[in-house]
């Protein structure tokens, strides 16, 4: 099958290879899933640069990827949940990182796996795992629910889109930082949206002058503006600055979960939950997609279609 692959750890793309490669094998409790989209994630790239080194066992070569759509060519023994020719996604992280998903085809543990919704297209499908998990559970981490007023960093990208319009859906008020050139678009997914330049926090307050009672940190080292806005016995969580714990906040890492994305499915099918695509790329071209992720402007999700 065809494949992107890196042999070594790199800062760059400069062992990123496309080509031949042997397809995967599955076993008991596994589905083999046909590529259909595969999201790009900033972690993609930091594995490659070797950023999980000292958590996870690494095996060259490595097909990089986490985020599949696809449809189920194979099953293993004991896998009675799916069957061949069924259209699912799933946050296909495993315990070691060789196998991915920018590939052909990917062996997913059935655990992983959800049934694809019919409101979203391959794309959007590819896209929607690892940051609709993510989105779910920072929110599940700060009990978002009626009356809350949550705070959420970097509201366009493609965890705080979903963080808004899950949060929406939970009842709260939503304010979203962005640059003003994606202020409708955060508008438009229900949120308040603000500029994230200096005066930030004078401009949150002046919205919510009692303060915000829910934080969502989706791009790092913000503890000094949530402090600042954060309500008496409000929660506050990031999922890139472990620092925030010293505070009384949360440090998400998000997990393969099945169930959980399958109530992400449901949430599409209600239709209070979408997926915006930036742009798609092709195999040979994941060396751009990275790239693209890489200037952290990107505006929803970047795809990758075999």
Same mark, same amino acid.
Request: charged share 20%; no cysteine.
């Given at each position: 099958?065809?494949?992107?692959?890196?042999?070594?750890?790199?800062?760059?793309?400069?062992?990123?290879?496309?080509?031949?490669?042997?397809?995967?094998?599955?076993?008991?409790?596994?589905?083999?899933?046909?590529?259909?989209?595969?999201?790009?994630?900033?972690?993609?790239?930091?594995?490659?640069?070797?950023?999980?080194?000292?958590?996870?066992?690494?095996?060259?070569?490595?097909?990089?990827?986490?985020?599949?759509?696809?449809?189920?060519?194979?099953?293993?023994?004991?896998?009675? $949940?799916?069957?061949?020719?069924?259209?699912?996604?799933?946050?296909?992280?495993?315990?070691?990182?060789?196998?991915?998903?920018?590939?052909?085809?990917?062996?997913?543990?059935?655990?992983?796996?959800?049934? *694809?919704?019919?409101?979203?297209?391959?794309?959007?499908?590819?896209?929607?795992?690892?940051?609709?998990?993510?989105?779910?559970?920072?929110?599940?981490?700060?009990?978002?629910?009626?009356?809350?007023?949550?705070?959420?960093?970097?509201?366009?990208?493609?965890?705080?889109?979903?963080?808004?319009?899950?949060?929406?859906?939970?009842?709260?008020?939503?304010?979203?930082?962005?640059? $003003?050139?994606?202020?409708?678009?955060?508008?438009?997914?229900?949120? $308040?949206?603000?500029?994230?330049?200096?005066?930030?926090? $004078?401009?949150?307050?002046?919205?919510?002058?009692?303060?915000?009672?829910?934080?969502?940190?989706?791009?790092?080292?913000?503890?000094?503006?949530?402090?600042?806005?954060?309500?008496?016995?409000?929660?506050?969580?990031?999922?890139?600055?472990?620092?925030?714990?010293?505070?009384?906040?949360?440090?998400?890492?998000?997990?393969?979960?099945?169930? *959980?994305?399958?109530?992400?499915?449901?949430?599409?099918?209600?239709?209070?939950?979408?997926?915006?695509?930036?742009?798609?790329?092709?195999?040979?071209?994941?060396?751009?997609?990275?790239?693209?992720?890489?200037?952290?402007?990107?505006?929803?999700?970047?795809?990758?279609?075999?």
């Amino acid at each position: 099958m065809r494949a992107v692959t890196y042999d070594a750890f790199a800062p760059d793309n400069s062992r990123l290879r496309y080509g031949e490669v042997p397809e995967p094998t599955f076993g008991p409790g596994q589905v083999l899933v046909q590529v259909k989209a595969a999201g790009v994630n900033p972690v993609d790239w930091k594995v490659m640069a070797g950023g999980l080194d000292q958590m996870m066992d690494t095996f060259f070569p490595v097909v990089p990827g986490w985020d599949v759509a696809g449809v189920v060519v194979a099953t293993g023994p004991d896998t009675p $949940e799916f069957a061949v020719g069924d259209e699912v996604m799933a946050y296909a992280r495993k315990d070691s990182v060789h196998a991915g998903t920018f590939a052909e085809y990917v062996a997913v543990n059935a655990t992983a796996v959800a049934r *694809k919704p019919v409101g979203l297209d391959w794309a959007q499908a590819g896209g929607l795992p690892l940051v609709g998990l993510t989105a779910q559970r920072v929110l599940d981490r700060l009990e978002v629910g009626p009356g809350d007023v949550l705070l959420v960093y970097g509201a366009a990208g493609g965890v705080g889109s979903a963080a808004v319009q899950l949060g929406v859906d939970r009842g709260a008020r939503v304010i979203g930082t962005a640059s $003003e050139h994606n202020h409708a678009f955060v508008r438009a997914l229900g949120a $308040e949206p603000v500029g994230y330049h200096d005066g930030l926090a $004078e401009r949150v307050r002046a919205l919510a002058p009692d303060g915000v009672s829910a934080v969502a940190d989706l791009v790092g080292g913000q503890w000094p503006v949530t402090s600042a806005v954060l309500a008496p016995g409000g929660r506050h969580a990031s999922i890139v600055d472990s620092s925030v714990e010293q505070h009384g906040g949360h440090w998400i890492w998000v997990g393969p979960n099945g169930a *959980k994305l399958a109530e992400l499915a449901a949430a599409v099918d209600r239709g209070v939950l979408t997926i915006e695509v930036a742009q798609t790329f092709p195999l040979d071209k994941v060396g751009e997609a990275f790239d693209a992720s890489r200037t952290g402007h990107t505006r929803g999700k970047l795809v990758i279609v075999p």
